[in-house]
Nanobody, 129 residues
Framework: QVQLVESGAGLVQPGGSLKVSCVASGLIPGNYAIGWFRQAPGKERAGVSCISSSGDTNYADAVRGRFTVSRDNAEYTVHLQMNSLKPEDAGVYYC???????????????????????WGQGTQVTVSS
């Protein structure tokens, strides 16, 4: 089993920045990818970004150029740096782990929840003035 724990919840004004992180533990496969998803009240969970254990990344169009995903393989930690935040970026942010599938290959795979095997509990991001 794999456990994922997100951190970095916060309230930020529009235009501001926030970083959320995800720490993975347990039986982590040699090749894996971590994805970030978000869910606003009343909306479906949507993929944001992903990064593989080899450093390949991909992003949803809505965040490309504003968000940056990075990883520290030694500590199985992934960060999502969010800049120029908009009210529509608010929601619960989840990280998820995909084992054995190259989800970073393209945006469609990267942002599809069905390709991910393990999920964290989420961390709240609020963007409001």
């Amino acid at each position: 089993q794999v456990q994922l724990v997100e951190s970095g919840a916060g309230l930020v004004q529009p235009g501001g920045s926030l970083k959320v992180s995800c720490v993975a533990s347990g039986l982590i496969p040699g090749n894996y990818a971590i994805g970030w998803f978000r869910q606003a009240p009343g909306k479906e969970r949507a993929g944001v970004s992903c990064i593989s254990s080899s450093g390949d990344t991909n992003y949803a169009d809505a965040v490309r150029g504003r968000f940056t995903v990075s990883r520290d393989n030694a500590e199985y930690t992934v960060h999502l740096q969010m800049n120029s935040l908009k009210p529509e970026d608010a929601g619960v942010y989840y990280c998820a782990l995909s084992a054995g599938i190259r989800v970073t290959t393209n945006q469609a795979m990267c942002t599809k929840a069905a390709f991910y095997d393990y999920w964290g509990q989420g961390t709240q991001v609020t963007v409001s003035s």
